[in-house]
């Protein structure tokens, strides 16, 4: 089997704290494991300047390179392209999304770099994957630098509606660079279908059939790979952390009260502010509910050089302080917020506890906490999911309560709907869900991308054929 070579802004080498490394990063291992390869991407550390090579850490048949991102282009291209541009606009936030032609230099640059710096250890015969949405005009890049490899791209975010992207002023060199690969994937139907329109609308390109497109003089694969979680990770992880300190310790302070969890990292893209607002209707909606249920969200801190990361911060704790001040008691607290990290398999064990789960992001390309509260639940006596319909999981978890998360009233109704819920309801709904995360499992979405990216004819095998 042809060797891979991963490209991602971050990169997971594995290290003391490896244990610690999310799903993706594990199955992305695992993948270069197997066939071995290169993993190639950003250190996670800043310097004065960016490095001139990268640090190389070979483990066992794969590569690990990484570069250290000096301030300026850390800036413009992470704190700024990357998240203050794309990430806001791909999650439907034009109001929070900034235009700065420096900041989009400073992507370019950083884009163009990597290909310089990955390029020499590229072999004859490997494939390259490309991950998210730092990394779109590096395809490009390794096109100009004389790369015909079979490279596939895929994007973790939503990929915005037309009218949306267009507001970009660099949207169509971001479009063509896409169109450098030979097979881009999405999490889901919708933002296929915003690609496709973007290609036949404004692209004058053309869909030759179900997956093939042809824009900008090149046939290019799209298709929808929904991502999923390790299969049997997090059921086994919840088991054991069930029986552990944490999650012990969590029930004691309960006292028989129910739990609502939401985990997130601190973005506004995941609705915590009108998933607070719902919280306090539900409470006042609901007023049996006071004293006997409380709230636990754990937000860990994310991109806090960014403006907008430091609003949402300000915005939440206001709103924290506000429902305990209102609604709590001397012995109950109705919302618990937390920026603390915790490890995957603690989490696991809060959601096996909690009896609903409340994932209300406003926007996002999949959302995989969904998919690990439902793999975390007891199968006789599973909790309840409120689910984003603005979610990518919504498309596959539909037997959730799905929700608004702009109409709190609704949100709240949802909740008071997963405490109320008889046991045979949550037995059927909870079966269904754990039946397509079974399915669609982080191994299957890799090997799915794999296969398809395999099938891609090489430059040789073109010339052969010609
Ligand atoms: C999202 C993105 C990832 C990113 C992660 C954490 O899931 O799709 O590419 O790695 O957020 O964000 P960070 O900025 O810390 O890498």
Redesign the pocket.
Known sequence: MSRLVVV???VAVPDAQSATAGGLAVALRDALQSCGGVWFGWSGKTAAQTAETPSITEIGPVTYATLDLGRKDYNEY?NGFA?RTLWPLFHYRLDLAEFSHENYAGYLRVNTLFAEKVRPLIGDDDHIWV????MIPLGRELRALGIEHPMGFYL??PFPAMEVLLALPSHALLVESLCAYDVVGFQTENDLRAFRDYIVHEANGEELDATTMRAYGRLVHTEVFPIGIERGQMEAAAERAVEQGAARRLERTLHNRSLMIGVD?LDYSKGIPDRFKSFERFLELYPAHRGQVSMMQIAPL??SEVPEYKNIRDTLEGQAGYINGRYGDFDWMPLHYLTKNFQRETLAGFFRLSRVGVVTPLRD?MNLVAKEYVASQDPQYPGVLVLSRFAGAARELDTALLVNPYDHDAVAAALNQGLVMSLEERRERWQSMMAKVRENSLEHWRERFLKVLRAVPTPMALQSSR
């Open positions: 991602s802004n971050r992470y998240n991950h998210d949405y730092h973790h975010t990292r994310s991109r390309g």
